[in-house]
């Protein structure tokens, strides 16, 4: 069985789980809904398909903060992921002069994930691993498709089926993705040494292992300047961009709640908030099909991004763009657009518990789409980006 008949297994499993938890009236959507999505074109959006004959029925049914028109089409969405067909020729070197073509690398990332998959499919394991860049590479790329910066960092975020084998030493994943992960980057001129740490294991409250990263350290990290080779694995969520939803919301939610920005100076390092700004502009693409920036926010990230090649390392321009985030209601504007994205709100209509309304398990799939569906896009604007001599 190929990757294309897995992925459409798993999904007719899922839908008809779906269905058959909702009235014995939307049953037969079943049948309907996976013989459609068989016939469909290969380059075809599964979900338009689907939504004008189901779509109506669909949304008549709550699920969570949403209906299950929502779930579906975040199926159908993940779906299509799975199982579209990846280029294997045209790809620019991956590193020039220690600079990452971000294009190239998510397509190294995804070969060598779909690899695993086939070989842990062997073993009886079936999953899916669906990958890409933690943070937002608009935040570095130029025109070439290139990092403005020399590489201080790779994390690759993965996320993977619940059912994916994991534990505190790795497993069957790590097993077979690392050596051919390495093989393939030292194919390109990165020899990455052996000594790579098992970090940040995080669990449920039952005690189940969801997550873990292996990271390997380059001898001159340190804290302040961090510089590493990472993949980050998570059965907690099926896709990468859940993960970095999931870390964007907890931070936004963290940030909108300090009324004390006196004491968040005084009681937070310079580092940590440094990296808190660059972890809220890095991640703030993410939530391009959510949220229009501003005129003057737009300005401000334009800003950010030329201080974070070197002159925000410096206390007063590192307070200086603290303050001027603060004062532009950037954070705010963001919390209450992804509040009304998902509970369907005004600004300031009522409190909202991000806890317990929006950063749920699983999280909001009427967020989730338009995220999902603006990342693949950039995804695919990047990866087209080339050198002129290519």
């Known amino acids: 069985m190929n990757r294309r008949e897995r992925a459409f297994r798993h999904f007719c499993s899922t839908i008809e789980s779906l269905l058959h938890a909702a009235p014995a009236s939307l049953h037969p959507l079943t049948s309907l809904i996976t013989d459609e999505i068989e ?8 979900w338009e398909r689907v939504r004008p004959q189901y779509e109506h029925e669909l949304r008549k049914i709550r699920r969570g903060s949403g209906t299950l028109a929502h779930v579906v089409e975040w199926e159908l ?5 799975r199982i579209k067909p990846e280029p294997q020729t045209g790809w620019p070197p991956l590193f020039r002069d220690k600079h990452v073509h971000i294009g190239s690398l998510i397509h190294l990332w995804r070969d060598v994930a779909r690899a695993t998959e086939d070989r842990l499919a062997e073993q009886g394991s079936v999953t899916f691993f669906d990958v890409g860049p933690w943070g937002g590479f608009n935040f570095v790329v130029r025109p070439d498709g290139y990092t403005r910066m020399p590489f201080a960092r790779l994390t690759l975020g993965i996320g993977s089926l619940a059912s994916t084998p ?27 040494p052996e000594e790579w740490q098992y970090r940040n294991p995080k669990w449920d409250t039952v005690g189940r292992l969801l997550e873990i990263s292996h990271t390997y350290y380059f001898p001159h990290h340190t804290y302040d300047r961090r510089t590493f080779v990472k993949v980050r694995l998570s059965r907690e969520f099926e896709t990468y961009e859940e993960i970095m939803v999931w ?5 936004l939610a963290r940030l909108y709640q300090t009324t004390d920005w006196a004491a968040y100076r005084q009681d937070t390092k310079d580092v940590d908030i440094r990296f808190d700004l660059q972890d809220f502009v890095s991640l703030n693409h993410i939530m391009e099909g959510v949220y229009q920036r501003t005129e003057k926010e737009e300005r401000l990230l334009q800003e950010l991004k030329e201080a974070f090649r070197g002159s925000i390392r410096e206390r007063p321009v590192l307070y200086q763009y603290l303050d001027r985030v603060i004062k532009s ?14 509970l369907g709100i005004r600004k300031f209509e009522r409190p909202v518990n991000y806890g317990h309304e929006i950063l749920t398990s699983p999280l909001p799939p009427q967020l989730l789409i338009p995220v999902k569906r603006h990342v693949q896009a950039y995804h695919e604007r990047v990866g087209a980006l080339r050198p002129e001599s290519s």
Do not use: H
């Open 247 to 251: 870390d964007f919301l907890d931070l």
């Open 77 to 81: 969405i993940k779906l299509q992921a």
């Open 39 to 46: 016939t469909a074109p290969e380059a075809s959006d599964p």
């Open 166 to 192: 994991l534990d505190e030493k790795g497993g069957p994943f790590f097993e077979a993705f690392m050596p051919l992960y390495k093989a393939r980057l030292a194919a390109e001129g990165l020899v990455v």
């Open 329 to 342: 209601k950037w954070i705010e504007n963001l919390y209450w657009a992804i509040a009304g994205a998902v």
